[in-house]
């Protein structure tokens, strides 16, 4: 009987010879009958084993496979059943204990906001008062003069209005004449008022570190970006080179004469001026400065002289520009020929420039850690440009 004729209950003979396989070719991956694996079958030369050795195999490997699925069972069952549930109570426990700390570490901060809050109104409301009571003492005082002077000058009217010429020059007038002259030193010892900052509002009262840097963190979060600066390339010194997208200024020792001389050119000092100018709300923008060991990073005037060599066109030399400064190892900030030395503890890699035209400020700051490195208070008298300048390596704005 063949295999394909063989009966549901019969085993499966050799469809070639008829006989029963009782024989596994593993070369070929099928069992065989004898006459396959004799020397004339079509398996001679194939690795031959009996087919209940290759059973036996196979059965000894499904129970390996169900031993290690049992085992695999149980580790699963057990990781369900013991490991998730301690997971997730210790998964409930820092989450409490992490919105704990944050409660509290907020608490710590709001309570030191409001600390400061109460201390800095309180100065506002001290100054407040100081210069009300000075305002309030020269106007006494300014009253005073003006009822003294208004009785000298009604005195020397009545003389002119009630004496004749006769009567001003006889000699009894002589006493007229002493008072005439004794009236008027009088009312020359009064001065004209001056102009004194004890009458102002002095708006030091509100600055506070603190209040900076928690301002600037906050601010830098929430800003979408930083402004897009580029180079105006018609102020670019013929010391530097402006690379093609216009935000890296290299320094070449060596002047260029490829750049053409124009009234918008720095012609002696490597300075660069930006092509946008601000003169309205809050702009923030960051220079990589990490392979520069001299370099400026600023604002300026629109009015900035550019010729010559000196210091109307060096920055932070004049009234035009406000900058900080690297040489070497020594950090400044600089305006108008004044020179503030800045005590970093360490080179920043980047610089971040935020300028707050309302509140008339700015601020440097590294954007690492969002660290204030210096704060400049000062009214600005019109649009302000960034402004670099670089005498060593490589600057690059960041976009």
């Known amino acids: 009987m063949s295999a394909e004729s063989a009966g549901p209950g019969s085993a499966p003979l050799c469809p070639e010879h008829g006989q029963a396989l009782s024989w596994f070719c593993c070369s070929e991956r099928r069992p065989v009958c004898a006459a396959c694996a004799g020397l004339g079958g079509r398996c001679r030369g194939h690795r031959i084993r009996r087919a209940e050795e290759r059973a036996e195999e196979l059965r000894n490997k499904i129970v390996d496979q169900c031993e290690r699925l049992q085992f695999h069972s149980a580790s699963i069952a057990r990781y ?30 709001r309570s030191l ?17 100081r210069a009300h009571q000075s305002i ?28 004749d010429d006769l009567q001003l020059i006889v000699s009894q007038a002589g006493q007229k004449e002493q008072e005439i002259f004794e009236r008027t030193e009088e009312a020359e010892g009064i001065l004209d008022p001056q102009e004194s900052d004890k009458l102002n509002f ?26 897009d600066v ?11 080179q402006l690379s093609d997208d216009r935000r890296t200024l290299t320094f070449n020792a060596k002047k260029s004469k490829a750049c053409a001389d124009a009234p918008e050119r720095f012609d002696h000092w490597p300075n660069a001026l930006a092509a946008t100018s601000f003169q309205a709300g809050l702009h ?6 990490q392979n520069s060991c001299a370099y400026k990073v600023g604002v300026a005037l629109g009015q900035l002289p550019r010729k010559g060599s000196g210091s109307d066109s060096r920055l932070g030399h004049n009234t035009f520009s406000w900058v900080f400064s690297r040489y070497d190892q020594e950090f400044r900030f600089s305006h108008d020929g004044q020179h503030e030395a800045l005590g970093l503890l ?4 980047q610089l971040g420039v935020l300028l707050d035209l309302q509140a008339q400020e700015l601020l440097f700051y590294e954007p690492a850690s969002g660290t204030v490195l210096h704060a400049h208070h000062v009214p600005f008298s019109g649009p302000l440009f960034p402004v670099f300048a670089v005498a060593d390596q490589t600057i690059s704005i960041i976009r």
Do not use: Y
């Not at 309030?136 to 020397?156: G, M, Y």
């Not at 580029?230 to 530097?240: G, K, M, N, Q, Y």
């Open 136 to 163: 309030l003492t020269q106007r006494v005082h300014w009253t005073e003069a003006l009822q003294k002077l208004n009785a000298i000058r009604t005195s020397l009217v009545g003389m002119l209005t009630h004496l």
């Open 230 to 240: 580029r180079i105006d390339e018609r102020t670019v010194s013929p010391f530097l």
């Open 113 to 129: 906001c409001e600390s400061e809050e109460q201390r800095l109104l309180e100065q506002v409301h001290g100054e407040e008062e």
């Open 346 to 349: 360490r080179c920043p890699t």
């Open 202 to 227: 002095n708006e030091k009262c509100i600055r506070s570190p603190l209040l900076t840097q928690l301002w600037v963190t906050a601010v830098l979060g929430s800003l979408s970006g930083t402004e």
């Open 80 to 109: 369900v059943a013991e490991v998730l549930p301690g997971k997730n109570q210790r998964a409930v426990s820092t989450a409490s204990a992490a919105r704990e700390l944050v409660i509290q570490r907020l608490g710590v901060v």
């Open 284 to 289: 923030t923008w960051m220079v990589n400065v």
